[in-house]
Every structure is written in structure tokens, then in C-alpha cells.
């Protein structure tokens, strides 16, 4: 159980839904021609999930100092497993979740997709280890990466398949995954400033230039808010253009009450924020709120279908 505590299962087992969501959700749904056979998709899956536990290893043991003071009670590396014990643990899911992006890479004849793994996983190293202490970088990092794991859907099973014949149909199809992908990056980068205003204590502790260190709280609340604000204003756009007027009703009452509600809810609750635990709140609500959105594009897909017979 410590060990499953240790690389986050949860947000694993998040990360995984959400790119099955991609591919049974939307992509199969609108019958495009796909790159990867389910044996393949699996291994992009896995892969992605590996080297993602990897970086919550690493980033934990680069962490140890600064979670006794933020997190006491939920520190593992040195109480429940060792730091040697961590490395191994890092070394082997790392590796392993790149060598089977090598595979994945050479099973779709682009054996140079394989260097997006190392890239990543080099990434996720730097940033436990430098990044994350450089002003609004780490967060930016952290927000890319999400973001890229939607991203990564359309590397492998569109771009493949793309060809004169269906290049519109291709290009349609990859662009919206971009769009979910901008609304998790925006989403997840005001989460990890929230996290910071949480952690400020432990970072100060540990020198580490986060932005409400350097901003100060106040100004960081609200710079979090305005970036909320720009994603929350685009879906009411979105919604009245787009699925209210095509009568996309369920499409439209889903994000009212999953993504919408939810995200003006964060608003008010960053503007009123002041202890740890509103901070606490707001993070988790955000990362229920990257579920439901990314879901949404299951639900706007079926309702677009059923609508056209």
C-alpha cells in the first residue's frame, strides 16, 4: 500500500482513464482511420503511466525536507521505504516505461518517437531536482507534461495515418485533442500555483522560489484567478456557440453542472482563500474538474452522433 501511496495510483489510474477516454470516447467513435492496434495503445498507455510514477519517485525523494514540514504524516521515503529502496524503485519504472515506448516506436515504423520518452523522462528528473525551486518554470513543466499526455494520443495514432486523402479529417481530429489539451495545461498549472500557496511553508523552509514566496500570496491568489478565468469564459463561448446552438442539449447541461459550476466555485474559493485547507480544497476540486472536462469530449461525441440521426 505505501508503495502504491508512493507513485500516486490514483492520479495514475486518472491519467490512464483519461487517455481510454481519447481513444474509445472520441477517436473510435468518429471512425477516423487509427495508427494503433489495442495492443499498442496499451503500450502507449503504460508507458506513459510508468514514467509518470517514476517522476512522483523522484520527485518525492528530492522532496524529503520540504514534505516533513508540508506533510509530515504522509512522508514515505525514509519512514516506510528507503531512499535506496526509492532509486530502485524510480530506476526500474523509468526504464521500463521507456523501453516500452521504444517498442511502441518501432511498432509504427517511426523508431524516432522513441526520444519523446527519454525527453520526458529526462524532464521529470530536472524538474524534482532543479526546476521546480525556478519561479513559475516548474509549474509550467508540470502543467506541459499533463498536457503532452493528451498530445502524445494524436503523435501516435493520427499523425501515422495522415495522408493526402484524409489530411482535413486527420487535421480536424488532432486539433480538437489540442484544445483539451490547452484546457488541461491552464488547468493544471493554476493547481500546482495553488499547491504552492499550500506548501509555502516547507518551500520557504527550503529556499525555494515559488511564486507566492516571491509575489507574495496575494498577488499570486489573483494571478491564479485571472488564469482560472481566461478557460472558464472560453466554455461559456463555447457552450453558446457551439453546443447550444447545434441543440447539443446534453452536451451543453454536462458542462454547465461538471465543468462550469465547478470551476466558478474554484474562482470564488481562490478569491476567499486563506488557510492551507482552502488551498487543499481548491486542488482537489481542480483535478475532479480536469476529469469531468476530459470526459466531456465522451459525452459531447455521443450526443453529436445521436443528434445526427
Known sequence: MKFLKLIRYQNL???????????????????????????????????TVLIAAGGYVINDI???????????????????????NA???YAALTITGVALGFILANSVSHPNFAVIFVLVATLLYFYASTLKQIT????????????????????????????EINQQQMAVAFAILMDYAKFAFILNLVREIIKDLQDIEGDKEEDMKTMPIILGQNKTKKIAFVLLLLPTLYLFYYLNNYLFANDLYYGTLYLIVFVIAPLIFCLFKI????????????????????????????????????HAK
Not at 274 to 298: C, H, N, P, R, V
Request: no cysteine; charged share 10%; net charge neutral.
Open 13 to 47: 489510474l486518472l491519467l490512464a482513464f483519461m487517455q481510454l477516454v481519447f481513444r474509445f470516447g472520441y477517436l473510435e467513435l468518429i471512425k477516423i482511420p487509427l495508427s494503433l492496434f489495442y495492443w499498442q495503445y496499451t503500450l502507449l498507455v503504460l508507458a
Open 62 to 84: 528530492f522532496d524529503q525536507e520540504t514534505d516533513q514540514i508540508n506533510k509530515p504524516n504522509k512522508v514515505i521515503i525514509g519512514n516506510s521505504i528507503s531512499e535506496t
Open 87 to 89: 532509486y530502485t524503485i
Open 136 to 163: 513559475l518554470i516548474g509549474n509550467i513543466v508540470v502543467a506541459g507534461l499533463l498536457a503532452f499526455s493528451v498530445i502524445i494520443i494524436g503523435i501516435f495514432d493520427i499523425y501515422p495515418n495522415t495522408f
Open 271 to 306: 478569491w476567499t482563500a486563506k488557510e492551507k485547507f482552502d488551498y487543499q480544497q481548491i486542488s482537489t476540486f481542480l483535478k475532479w474538474i480536469i476529469f469531468f472536462g476530459i470526459l466531456s469530449i465522451a459525452v459531447i461525441t455521443l450526443n453529436i452522433i445521436h
